[in-house]
């Protein structure tokens, strides 16, 4: 979705009749992007991602057939197999999309986009799906409703999502853009360099930092995003910012280093003024156990305990699990 703010506020400024597609309900295509969305120009022109571009030319068509006025339009998908491989989805699947007019978008929700800021849309459809009204949410903002409460719920887990709620009204669409989660790397070296590159292939952000004055100015400057990792095993760097980590609320903190520096980490918090419960926050020794072994397994295993912890899932295989399977 960012990468539409600009193409967004642009037609609008032209006063262009696009429309914003992104799907309400889903079922199959596979591994796909939570966030896919796609700007449809009534003449043809389509900017975005959505299903690899499968439903490009039905969306034109039923972005040209939305009655003047109208504020919303869901209309269903579908591609079988063949089309799927055709379009190189992992399989096939259906789809209720909703088109909803640019000028019925916040002109705030574009903006915040662009800023990077974490923020959801709520969309409220009425029983018919002609009729929809959207507003913007921010994290730090009380939740108002069941809907402003399951858009903190996808804020918090720091990746972007969508969930329909279904009310007395009818349905509401809710879709999370949380910032890209910022890793603050204590330390450099090789793993350092891995991790940063792991980081960036998962869209995040990253930074490498050698100081505890740099690693707090580093969370201060993004405590809504920051992850910490903390590799050095300096004393007057490790527990500082592991302390000034775990005092701003970072979600994930975690420590490179044998049971014997975790141990020692572990006191010189105490000293410093840490709890239990928030030492109970720390992962340390640092990683999945997958087993890694080199410096980019170990990078892989770091990243995928960041994922885990920011999606509030644990490290088991899905085969053992009964929950989606998608996020």
Known sequence: MR??????QRWTAEGRA????RPVTEEGFGPRDPGGAVLVDPRGECVGALYRGVFDAELVAEARAVPAGATARVCEVSVLRAEAEAARLTCGGRAEVLLQPLAGIPARWWELLG???GVALVTRLNEAADRATSEVVRAAEPPRDEAGRRAAELLATRRPGRDAVYGDAGLVLVEAYPSAPYVVIGGGGELAELI??????LGWEAVR???AEQAAKAI???RDAACVVMLSHDEEFDVPTLRAALAAGVPYVGALGSRRTTTRRREGLLAAGATEAELAR????IGLDLGARTPAETALAICAEILGVLGSRGAGALRDSGGPING
């Open 282 to 285: 720390v992962h340390g020794p």
């Open 196 to 201: 940063e590159r792991q980081a960036l292939l």
């Open 18 to 21: 696009g429309f914003l597609a």
């Open 220 to 222: 201060a400057a993004r």
């Open 209 to 211: 930092v050698e100081a």
């Open 3 to 8: 990468e539409l703010v600009e193409t967004a």
């Open 115 to 117: 800023a990077g800021a």
